[in-house]
């Protein structure tokens, strides 16, 4: 039995990221980066005022989509997202179970 749980962590940890990146890309305009710092931002409302809540909702969105899918910050996004929240799922291990950035040439040399 111990066997099975520890197997069935292995393979969350391998497919959750993924399964996560995969429906952010396709039925968001998200990726992980932008898609927290989503809830971060609508965590701020501090009135219970239509407008101001609108208002806020609007910059929220704009804040978010700079580092979503099409945004002028997608690149950072997208890092932030595989080498960030990614890593921080694994317990800091990237796709191939290294501790070291492998997408970096210099530091994959490194490595072998």
Do not use: C
């Not at 971060?40 to 700079?66: C, I, M, R, S, Y």
């Amino acid at each position: 039995m111990e066997w099975a749980k520890q197997k069935y962590n292995e393979q969350y940890e391998i497919w959750m990221p993924w399964i996560e990146d995969t429906f952010l890309k396709y039925f968001t305009k998200d990726n992980k980066a932008s898609y927290a710092t989503k809830e971060q931002l609508d965590k701020t409302k501090v009135t219970n005022v239509e407008q101001v809540d609108t208002l806020q909702d609007g910059v929220h969105g704009l804040v978010a989509g700079q580092v979503g899918q099409g945004g002028l910050l997608q690149p950072v996004g997208d890092l932030l997202s595989k080498e960030g929240a990614n890593r921080a799922e694994r317990s800091g291990k990237d796709e191939q179970g290294g501790y070291l950035p492998s997408s970096i040439p210099v530091i994959s040399g490194l490595t072998k």
